[in-house]
Structure formats: C-alpha cells, structure tokens
C-alpha cells in the first residue's frame, strides 16, 4: 500500500492527496513533519513534505509524485490522452506553482502565523502574485475545470495554491486578487462542494492548532 508522509496543514502534502482520495486508491497516512534531522532526510532528501512511500522506495516533490500516481494506479485519470494535452495541463500546474503559490507562500509567516514580512519582500510577491493570476486567466479555460471539462493535476494544484493566495491577498494586501477573476473564483466554490476536499479541510483544521503551538515552541 502506498504511504502518503507529511502533515495536514501543509498544502502541498494535500494537493497528493486529494489526488489519492479522487483516484479511490487505498493509502496510509505517516505523520512526517520533515526538517534537517539525518533521520528525516533519509525519507526526504531535501527534508521537504510531502512524500510518497511506495515498494520501490520514497519518492519526494509533488509534481513528480502527482505524475508517478498517474503512471502508475489505476482509478480516475487526472492526465487527459494526447502529448500536447498532458503537457499542457503540466504547463498550468507549473505557473500555478512558480507564479502564485511560490509568491503567496512569501507572505504566509504574516498571513497565517502572527509574524511579521519585510515591506520590500511584500511589495515584490505582490507584484509577482497578480502577474501570475493574470498568466492563469490568459492561459486557462475554466469550462469549468482549469484545462476544460476534465479535472487534472492542474486542478489539484489550483485547488490549494488559489484559496491560500486569495488568503493573503485578503489578510496581507487588504485587497481581493480574485476580483477580475471570477471563473476563479467559481471553481474554487466547485471544489469546496467536493467530498475529498472536504474531508481535506476537516483534517487540516483538526491538526491546526497542534500545529500552531510547534510553530510558536520554534520546534518548526
């Protein structure tokens, strides 16, 4: 059986899962907060979550783990047929991570966690976080899913890169990125309508304030 390690709060750990849960694959999940320790590193090279226990070994980086499960299990195809189809639905998945998740995680220390970010490196992930909305309207669909009718591993990574950067931009920009977005908007309000992403949202906030007191112990 495969085992999914990570934890709850962390959205990369359920953008692999929800993919899981879609595919109604049977799986473990392992507790694994990562870090630096020569124990944790043995499972993640990197020290990073999420990561996917399967017979052959621990594999590490969600995108490649997205894709291992899709070569590999059965259940709901989450690639559609055809070369260029695939490879633009990895396309999206790719700016969705490089132009709007990487910029809203800048600013999640004060958007979720009490902290303080330095004024410049705002300024910067803000600008980068509208180019890279902007990027996502020009080159998405939304009919209704992000590359059409079918939902793909670019709507696993929309599902829990858009809803944390509309966060920020609400809690740290005082501003709704998603404003002159509304097909956005709309399938974030599809997924939330969804049974796994539902059950996600349960668990996240069930381990949330476990979580919160690591972050303020500094043992994260």
Do not use: W
């Amino acid at each position: 059986m495969l085992k999914l390690h990570g934890f709850a709060v962390s959205n990369y750990y359920n953008m692999v899962k929800l993919a899981l849960l879609e595919k109604g694959l049977p799986f473990e999940e392992v507790l694994f907060f990562g870090g630096q320790s020569p124990q944790a590193l043995t499972i993640s090279p990197r020290g990073k979550v999420p990561v996917l226990e399967t017979e052959h070994g621990f594999l590490s980086e969600t995108s490649l783990i997205l894709d291992y499960i899709e070569q590999t299990q059965p259940g709901k195809a989450l690639l559609p047929e055809g070369a260029f189809a695939q490879a633009k639905v990895r396309e999206l998945a790719k700016e969705i991570e490089l132009y709007i998740e990487l910029p809203a995680r800048a600013c999640f220390p004060e958007a979720f966690f009490g902290a303080q970010v330095d004024p410049v490196i705002k300024e910067k992930a803000k600008g980068e976080l509208l180019a890279g909305l902007a990027t996502l309207k020009r080159n998405a669909t939304f009919s209704p899913y992000v590359t059409g009718e079918q939902m793909t591993i670019a709507d696993v990574m929309f599902c829990f890169t858009v809803d944390l950067a509309y966060a920020v931009g609400k809690k740290v920009f005082n501003m709704d990125v998603l404003e002159d977005f509304p097909q956005a908007k709309a399938l974030l309000e599809h997924f939330k309508q969804n049974p796994n992403v539902q059950k996600i949202a349960a668990d996240k906030e069930a381990q949330m304030p476990a979580f919160l007191e690591m972050v303020r112990s500094g043992k994260r």
